[in-house]
């Protein structure tokens, strides 16, 4: 398998944020509107977007919102 620094964790809540940074991946937020996520968890993202429509490849690669 990959190693967990070259995976990306797409995540919703606190717990998964937190779950991905603590194993060393990547992580991208789509906050989840009903129950958002914590801002230290945020904080730990490599990437905020406001859904999954505006994931895109070039995103998770540039970094860029």
Do not use: Y
Not at 23 to 51: E, G, I, K, Q, Y
């Amino acid at each position: 398998g990959a190693s967990t620094e070259r995976c990306v964790a797409i995540e919703d809540s606190t717990n998964g944020m937190l779950a991905a940074a603590a194993a060393t991946m990547t992580v991208v937020a789509v906050p989840n509107r009903h129950v958002p996520p914590s801002a230290d968890a945020l904080a730990l993202a490599a990437l905020v977007l406001p859904d999954l429509a505006s994931l895109t490849a070039e995103r998770i690669i540039t970094g860029r919102e």
